[in-house]
Structures are given as C-alpha cells and as structure tokens.
C-alpha cells in the first residue's frame, strides 16, 4: 500500500527503492516458503503413493490368495460332487445288467443313508430278486430233464417187458427223487420173475404127473386085455 501511495504520489523513485529494498526480500521469502510448502506436500504425497501402493500390493496378496483359496474350495466341491455321483454311473450299468439277464455285483457304499445308499439297497433286494428266480428257473429246467429221463427209461423197460422180456431191469442212475420208482420196478420185475418162474415149475411138475398117470393107466388097460 505505501508503495501504491508514493506511486501515485509521483515519487516514483521512492516508490521504486521501497519495492526493490523492501519488497523484494519479502517477496523472495514468501517465493521460498511457498517452495518449500510444495516440497512438504510431494513428500507428503509420496509418503502417501507409498502406503497406497503397500495397501495395494497388499490387496493383491489378499486377492490372490482368496482366488487360490476359491480355486480350491470350487475343486474340493468339484472333486465331492463327482465322487459322489460316481456311483449313479456304476447303478446304471448294473441295472441295465440286471436287464438283461445279468446278475451284476452289488456296489458297496457302506454306511451310506442317503438318496445313493438307498438306492443301491434296493438294487441289492433287486438283484437277490433275480438271483432266486434264475435259480428257482434251473431247478425247473434240472427236474424237468430228469423227469424226461425217468419217463423214457420207464417207457423202454415197460415195453421189454410187455414183450415178455424179463430181464428188464433198470440199471441207469436215477436222482434221488426218482430212486424209490427205480427200486419198486425192479422189485416188482424180479417178483414177477419169481411168480413166473414158480408157475413154469408147477406147470413141469403137473405135466409130469399127467405123464404118470396117463402111463399108469395104459399099463393098467394092458394088464386087462392079456
């Protein structure tokens, strides 16, 4: 302000001397504090663009390792899905086995209750299921063979002896069903032969007592014509 009065007041050259003997250092000093303020605020500054870039390295770290930390929990999940719905894969094979005829093992899960557990309890029952009617159908199949056995050997023994052959025995082997059939058979043929044979001994024996007599009186007609 006093330089501006004597400025106007046409003391130039003492406003002049004012503003380079008084003035210029001021001016100079606040140059260098505000110089100086700027160094305080980019150190400031870099203090600050160093903990951000510390807190963002950190971030990176910590989101790095949540993504590795994601990575394993999906593949762990992954990993027990899979294991788990393994065994519907194997269900499925086996019971298109089962389908078709084939008595498929039953898969172990061991203490498992869940919806699988279950299911493959009933595949078991299921299998089982099969298992007796495959058996129960080759019983079948066993006695039926052995009834036609029984039956054509019984037919060709009655027929020998129906012709008057008898020494029709059965020699083949019976199961044990048909063992007791075997037996009357030929129980009954040998005392039919039996029969036979003392009937044909009576018989002898009663032609030669006809031949006796029938001498016995011829003799007797002769004594009586002489």
Sequence with gaps: EEVIAR?????ELGAQQMLMGQARPLFVEWLAAINRFIDYQEAKNREVGADVKKAIESFSVLE??????????????????????????????????LASGDSAPTLQVGDRRDEIGLMCEALGVLRDSVDE??????????AAAEQDQVVSTMRLHLERLASG??????????????????????SALESLGEVIASVTESAGQIRTGS????????????????
Excluded: C, H
């Design 7 to 11: 400025k106007q007041a046409a003391d």
């Design 64 to 97: 790095g390792s949540l993504l590795v930390l994601a990575l394993l929990i999906g593949g762990g999940a992954a990993w027990w899905v899979l294991r788990s719905m393994a065994p519907l894969g194997i269900l499925t094979e086996q019971m298109k086995r």
């Design 133 to 142: 009617r495959d058996r129960l159908e080759k019983q079948q199949k066993v």
């Design 165 to 186: 052959d008898l020494t029709a025995k059965i020699e083949a082997d019976f199961s044990p069903s048909y063992v007791k059939l075997k037996d009357s058979f030929n």
């Design 211 to 226: 031949g006796e007599i029938a001498q016995v009186v011829d003799t007797s007609q002769g004594f009586a014509v002489g």
